[in-house]
């Protein structure tokens, strides 16, 4: 069975600097997908990033980047810009085709004003 | 376009008392899902639908737990009798297909006393 492990339960930013969020993955496959899901106090999923396994190139949205080591099955989060609205708990999650979506136990991000 | 729905927001209820949580897709999705979600984990599978037919239920405790999706579209998700281990997020997600991004509403919390 895929695991995905998020080693960081906490993490702090000041506003306005940039913070790195880590996960790892294990599995035997070669294609799947990689995620990225932000859960605020409101408790919906809202999805940050996505991943495909095939591109090396890493994905980028507005301030949210990704880095993918393929071979370190590493995929870690990096938000540039920090705002007060990214505190959230951030879920890193992956799925392998027509597979069930796997979660990370999660990092609280807090951003300090 | 309206995400998915789910109510009520918060249920608190008595062990041993019946409990229902409804869910309503994102407008064509096909594929609809349950996750339950403990304090401070990742979100978990518990059942997977493809219209109306329930195609991974293998993480659904069914001597208490029971889900129908009739028509293919809203979804219900019951647990009878509920016991204190129950309490937590149970959280409804769909997508177009299985293999497409899943969109998460914002979950039911539910306290068993």
């Known amino acids: 069975a895929q695991t995905v492990t998020q080693s960081q339960p906490e993490m702090s930013v000041q506003e306005a600097e940039t913070v790195t969020l880590s996960c790892t993955y294990d599995?035997?496959?070669?294609?799947?997908?990689l995620f990225w899901y932000k859960q605020p106090p409101s408790r919906q999923m809202i999805l940050v990033i996505r991943?495909?396994?095939?591109?090396?190139q890493n994905a980028t949205e507005n301030r949210f980047s990704v880095n993918f080591q393929k071979a370190a099955k590493s995929f870690s989060l990096k938000i540039s810009d920090s705002q007060l609205g990214d505190a959230a708990m951030y879920f890193c999650?992956?799925?392998?085709?027509?597979?069930?979506?796997?979660f990370g136990g999660g990092t609280r991000l807090m951003v300090k004003p | 376009e309206a995400g998915v729905v789910q109510s009520p927001r918060y249920k608190i209820i008595e062990k041993k008392q019946p409990v229902a949580f409804w869910c309503n897709p994102i407008?064509?999705?096909?594929?609809l899902y349950w996750y339950l979600q403990n304090l401070g984990q990742g979100p978990e599978l518990l059942i997977r639908?493809?219209?109306?037919?329930?195609?991974?239920d293998s993480q659904l405790p069914k001597d208490r737990f029971s889900a129908e999706r009739l028509k293919g579209v809203d979804s219900t998700l019951k647990i009878q009798p509920a016991e204190l281990g129950d309490s937590a997020v149970y959280l409804c997600?769909?997508?177009?297909?299985?293999?497409?991004?899943?969109?998460f509403g914002a979950g039911t919390r539910l306290s068993v006393l």
């Open positions: 639908y493809e219209n109306e037919e329930a195609v991974d």
């Open positions: 999650a992956y799925r392998a085709p027509w597979d069930m979506l796997t």
């Open positions: 407008s064509g999705h096909n594929t």
């Open positions: 997600a769909s997508s177009l297909i299985q293999a497409d991004i899943q969109y």
């Open positions: 991943q495909e396994a095939y591109k090396q």
């Open positions: 599995t035997s496959e070669s294609d799947y997908y």
